[in-house]
């Protein structure tokens, strides 16, 4: 039997048409359900109906004698459900199918009358499954075992053939499996003994609920960015995650971001599960340790990034909550990030290329990228993440407004990122990046010498940047 049957888009007189089909062959589900359209036939002017306009529904027998069987069904039902998941999942409801007096406990005037047919209805099926019941033996006192059914032609216990017609769901995997795990813990009426579980894996589950990237904010207001004592006493909390549409739906981040197209191009990150915090006191504080302390934060733009990192409230004051972060910035955002300036001249369109005289320059004003040398960062940052974008993400993710060679603009972006990233113990380029370039850069950024022996001279090659021709800019 199916777990949960999705609305077909065939007529009802083809679907029944089906049934029959199947039934022929032998089919002990569908054997049942033609019994139940035996007992209740369709109106034959809606057997042209599609099922989104009309659906098959079986009217239970209302009974007026107290029924012992159906009582041990329901029973005997509830206690398959406690302990095999696919029972669970199939919500089963049963019925009588007839007003025909109970066949239990036994008379000897009605000795001939020991049958009794009753429906079973799975989960949102159309058809459910009607079948002939008997008491075997019929002896005191009434059990779930005694009650046997009638299924091509073969008397079989009432409990063996729901066992043999279980749900599948959990053997499928991904959430098919989930749901029906959630189904059968929410039926079973078991609880699970998490504190039980050594530290070591609770962790690592409150890690996957939090998740293992998150993209921190922090509670200052976006209209208060130049008062720095507000920005201090603001808090940091968990976030929203990151979807390409998080600027519309979030008008707080809308406000705060400095680039619009901040979002890069096929990433995603659902927003952390915080519903583990309302456990208790000790899951509370152990899910907020995992969280802040063994996710890598993320951030997409860079005055998000600054005001995480000056905010003083929060999680600053109990985690060391920074030691682990990837900065996802657009070429241009990496650029004004370690104060690399571009100064555009006069326009000088041509048709060929609508070319702008441009030069670059350091940037007078200090970097933001100093806060990656800051007391705050310098002593708790050990693992350090630089993601590049890809050029899908537009000409306006560089600073020229123009596409530009991508392998280039990442090795003039670690230069000057060069003398902030230095000594960070873990340093990795992430996303569009040519292997030969991040294998050199990481060699660069590791403690010692690089490949070859040569130390990296980044000042030489950042004046070099800083010189070149505004003809090949």
Same mark, same amino acid.
């Not at 001939?112 to 019941?133: C, G, Q, R, W």
């Not at 005055?303 to 996802?328: C, D, M, R």
């Not at 590791?446 to 001279?457: S, T």
């Given at each position: ?18 049934? +029959?089909?199947?039934? +022929? ?221 998080? *600027? ?11 680039? +619009? ?34 996710? +890598?934060? *993320? ?172 003809? *090949?800019?």
């Amino acid at each position: 039997m199916a777990a949960h049957s999705k609305p077909s888009s065939e007529t009802l007189g083809t679907r029944l048409d089906s049934i +029959r089909c199947k039934s +022929r062959t032998g089919d002990g589900v569908h054997l049942t359900r033609h019994f139940t359209l035996m007992l209740q036939p369709v109106s034959p002017g809606k057997l042209d109906t599609r099922q989104s306009n009309y659906r098959y529904k079986f009217q239970g027998v209302e009974q007026k004698q107290h029924d012992p069987v159906l009582g041990t069904i329901i029973k005997g039902i509830k206690k398959l459900n406690q302990n095999h998941i696919g029972i669970a999942d199939l919500n089963i409801r049963v019925l009588a199918s007839t007003n025909s007096p109970p066949i239990w406990p036994s008379q000897s005037c009605l000795s001939a009358h020991d049958i009794k047919f009753y429906t079973l209805f799975i989960n949102n099926e159309e058809f459910p499954s009607t079948m002939p019941v008997r008491i075997i033996p019929r002896t005191a006192p009434l059990t779930m075992e005694k009650i046997w059914v009638r299924v091509n032609h073969k008397w079989q216990p009432i409990s063996e053939w729901l066992l043999e017609n279980q749900s599948k769901r959990h053997e499928q995997g991904g959430w098919p499996a989930l749901q029906a795990q959630y189904n059968w813990w929410y039926k079973n009426g078991k609880t699970f003994p998490f504190l039980e579980l050594p530290k070591e894996l609770r962790l690592v589950i409150y890690e996957h609920l939090v998740g293992h990237e998150i993209y921190p904010l922090s509670t200052a207001d976006p209209g208060c960015l130049n008062n720095d004592s507000a920005l201090l006493i603001a808090r940091v909390v968990f976030g929203k995650g990151y979807s390409r549409n998080i *600027c519309l739906n979030y008008d707080y981040i809308a406000r705060m971001a400095i680039d +619009r197209f901040v979002v890069e191009v096929g990433s995603s990150a659902p927003a952390p599960e915080l519903a583990i915090l309302l456990a208790n006191k000790q899951v509370h504080d152990e899910a907020l340790q995992a969280g802040w302390e063994n996710s +890598r934060k *993320c951030f997409f733009d860079t005055e998000i990034f600054s005001t995480v990192v000056v905010a003083q409230a929060g999680p600053k004051s109990h985690y060391n909550y920074l030691n682990k972060l990837q900065l996802n910035f657009t070429h241009k955002a990496y650029f004004n990030f370690f104060g690399l300036k571009v100064d555009f001249g006069e326009e000088a369109w041509s048709w060929l290329g609508g070319a702008y005289d441009s030069t670059m320059s350091q940037s007078p004003r200090p970097p933001l990228a100093e806060y990656l040398t800051s007391r705050s960062l310098s002593h708790t940052l050990r693992d350090l993440q630089l993601r590049f974008r890809s050029p899908e993400d537009g000409t306006d993710g560089n600073a020229w407004g123009r596409p530009c060679c991508q392998r280039t603009i990442v090795d003039w972006i670690m230069t000057f990122a060069f003398p902030f990233v230095k000594d960070v113990p873990k340093v990795t380029l992430e996303g569009y990046v040519k292997r030969p370039s991040k294998l050199m850069w990481e060699d660069a950024l590791k403690p010692g010498e690089m490949e070859g022996g040569a130390p990296f001279d980044w000042q030489a090659e950042k004046n070099k940047i800083l010189k070149t021709s505004s003809d *090949c800019l």
